[in-house]
C-alpha cells in the first residue's frame, strides 16, 4: 500500500496547486479563515476520486480539476462548521486548531458559509456545457443537503441506541454523499456512460461507509497525535460509531467486506494496480 500512499500525496499535492487558483483574496478575517481551512493539509479524497473517475472513463483529470475543487470547497466548509461548539466541539482539525480557535466562532461560521457559495461560483465559470454546469449544481447541491441531514441525524441520536439500518443511513449521508459526488463529478467531466455512472455509485457506496467506518476504528485505536484531532471523543460524547454497535473485531471484518465490494464495482473497469482498485484497501490500513 506504500504506492498508494505516494500516489495519493503527489496528487494531493498537484490538487493545491490547482486548488491556489481559486483561493478568495483580500485580507478581511473571512477571507483569511477560509484560506487557513482551505489549505490546512489533507488526504484530497474527494478530489482525487473526482479526477480519478473522470480519467477512468476516458476525460483528462484537467477537465474534472474545476469540479474537484467546487467538492473540495464544500468538504472543507462541512469541516470548519462541524467543529464548532454547537456541533461536534473540537479543538483540532488535521493537527493544528480547528477554524474558531484561530479566528473565533463567528468567522469560522461565515467562513464556512462563504465557502458553499464558492463552490457554485466554481462550478457557474467552468467551461462545461451549460446542462453539465446544471448537473453538477445539482449533484452537488443534493450531495451538500444529504450532508446536512446526516449531521443532524448525527447530533439527534447522541446517547440514544440505534439500529445497524439507521447508522448505515446516517453514515451513507453524513460522510457517503460527497464521496458519490465526487465521483459522479468526475464521471460528467468524461461523459461516462449511464452503466459507468452506475458502477461509480455502487463503488462510492461502499467507499463511503468504509471510510466512516475506518475513522470509527481509528478513534478508539490512534491517538490524537496520529490523528491530528481529538481521538476518543465520538464514545465520551456518547456517539454511535460502528464499533460501540458492533465492537472492534467485527467492525474490523465488516471494513473487510466493504473494501471487496467497493473493488468489485469497479472490476469491469479498472485493473488491480489502478488507484481507484487499490484504495478501498488502503483505507483498511491508513492511521489518520
Known amino acids: 500500500m506504500n504506492n498508494v500512499t505516494a500516489l495519493l500525496k503527489e496528487q494531493a499535492e498537484r490538487f493545491e496547486h490547482t486548488l491556489e487558483?481559486?483561493?478568495p483574496g483580500g485580507?478581511?478575517?473571512?477571507?483569511?479563515?477560509?484560506r487557513y481551512s482551505l489549505m490546512g493539509g489533507g488526504k484530497r479524497i474527494r478530489?482525487?476520486?473526482?479526477?480519478?473517475?473522470c480519467a477512468l472513463f476516458g476525460g483528462r483529470p484537467e477537465d474534472a480539476a474545476p469540479l474537484a475543487v467546487a467538492i473540495e470547497l464544500v468538504h472543507c466548509y462541512s469541516l470548519v462548521h462541524d467543529d464548532l461548539p454547537c456541533m461536534?466541539?473540537?479543538?483540532m482539525r488535521r493537527g493544528r486548531p480547528a477554524c474558531h480557535k484561530q479566528f473565533g466562532e463567528q468567522a469560522a461560521l461565515l467562513a464556512g458559509s462563504a465557502m458553499l457559495c464558492e463552490a457554485l461560483l466554481v462550478l457557474?465559470?467552468?467551461?462545461?456545457q451549460a446542462e453539465c454546469r446544471c448537473e453538477a449544481v445539482n449533484i452537488l447541491m443534493r450531495a451538500s443537503i444529504d450532508?446536512?441531514?446526516?449531521?443532524?441525524?448525527?447530533?439527534?441520536?447522541?446517547?440514544?441506541?440505534?439500529?445497524?439500518?439507521?447508522?448505515?443511513?446516517?453514515?451513507?449521508?453524513?460522510?457517503?454523499a460527497l464521496l458519490r459526488a465526487a465521483c459522479e463529478l468526475g464521471c460528467l467531466a468524461?461523459?461516462?456512460?449511464e452503466d459507468q455512472m452506475r458502477a461509480a455509485r455502487q463503488y462510492a457506496a461502499q467507499l463511503g461507509l468504509l471510510f466512516q467506518l475506518t475513522d470509527d476504528i481509528l478513534d478508539v485505536t490512534a491517538s490524537s497525535e496520529t490523528l491530528g484531532k481529538t481521538a476518543g471523543k465520538d464514545a465520551a460524547a456518547g456517539k454511535n460509531t460502528w464499533v460501540s454497535l458492533l465492537g472492534l473485531p467485527a467492525a474490523q471484518q465488516f471494513a473487510h467486506e466493504l473494501a471487496a465490494a467497493a473493488q468489485q464495482a469497479i472490476a469491469g473497469y479498472a485493473d488491480a494496480e489502478h488507484l481507484l482498485y487499490q484504495l478501498p484497501q488502503w483505507l483498511l490500513t491508513r492511521n489518520n
Open 21 to 23: 487558483q481559486y483561493l
Open 27 to 34: 485580507e478581511s478575517v473571512v477571507a483569511q479563515a477560509m
Open 47 to 53: 478530489p482525487v476520486l473526482a479526477q480519478a473517475f
Open 88 to 91: 461536534d466541539n473540537d479543538d
Open 124 to 128: 457557474h465559470n467552468t467551461q462545461l
Open 147 to 176: 450532508m446536512i441531514e446526516g449531521q443532524w441525524q448525527d447530533l439527534s441520536y447522541e446517547s440514544v441506541a440505534i439500529t445497524r439500518a439507521q447508522l448505515e443511513e446516517m453514515n451513507a449521508l453524513k460522510t457517503g
Open 190 to 193: 468524461a461523459g461516462a456512460s
